[in-house]
Every structure is written in C-alpha cells, then in structure tokens.
Nanobody, 121 residues
Framework: QVQLVESGGGLVQPGESLRLSCAAS????????MGWYRQAPGKQRELVAT???????NYVDSVKGRFTISRDTTKNTVYLQMYSLKPEDTAVYYCLANLRQNWWKELNDYWGQGTQVTVSS
C-alpha cells in the first residue's frame, strides 16, 4: 500500500558526488519525516539525515558539510546530495518515510529496499 522507491546509488571514486532519490507512493494522507539511513557490512544501521515536514534538518556528524538532504513535498520525494564521498561512506542506503495512511491512524515508519553506494579507487 505504501512504496518507497530509491534510485541513484552506484560506484564512485573518493571525492566524487552522488545524488540519491526516494519517491513515496501509495495510500497515505500525510508524511511527517523523511530521511536516509545506511548500513555498512558488519555494522548496525545508522541515521544519515532526516528532514521534517516543516523543513527541520538533522545530520549525523560524519556527513555534516558534505551531504545535503532536501524534500519535494509535491512529489513526496526526498533527496540526498552527497559530496566529497569517502570510502567510509560505502553502505546500503535506505530511505525512510514516517507517515499516516489515514487521519485516524497513527504515524508509522516505512522503508525502501535500499540502494548500494560504493566509494572506492
């Protein structure tokens, strides 16, 4: 009923850039928070960046100044522009949407399928 479709991952060299996109579709009445998490091999999933419906931003310290999250509310889409990529940014990146399917229902988290980002020379 709710789908999050990610795109934009790939293989890049250190110092290069990538832009991830995630579009939400299906049945819902509002989206509260959208964001990106990542999981590297052998590590726990960690928050990368989030953006609220009001535009409040949050970043993990390791990406501040290098990554920019943005949101197009008309398209229910969230973006992650990544600059100056480092090998330690290598991970599967997952999109998150915290949304309400109907006005009488509570907010719930929905996840995308993940997109691989590999930074290597």
């Amino acid at each position: 009923q709710v789908q999050l479709v990610e795109s934009g991952g790939g293989l890049v060299q250190p110092g290069e850039s990538l832009r991830l996109s995630c579009a939400a579709s299906g049945t819902f009445v509002s989206i509260n928070v959208m964001g990106w998490y990542r999981q590297a091999p052998g590590k726990q999933r960690e928050l990368v960046a989030t953006i609220t419906s009001g535009g409040k931003l949050n970043y993990v310290d390791s990406v501040k100044g290098r990554f920019t999250i943005s949101r197009d509310t008309t398209k229910n889409t969230v973006y992650l522009q990544m600059y100056s990529l480092k090998p330690e940014d290598t991970a599967v990146y997952y999109c998150l949407a915290n949304l309400r399917q109907n006005w009488w229902k509570e907010l719930n988290d929905y996840w995308g399928q993940g997109t691989q980002v590999t930074v290597s020379s």
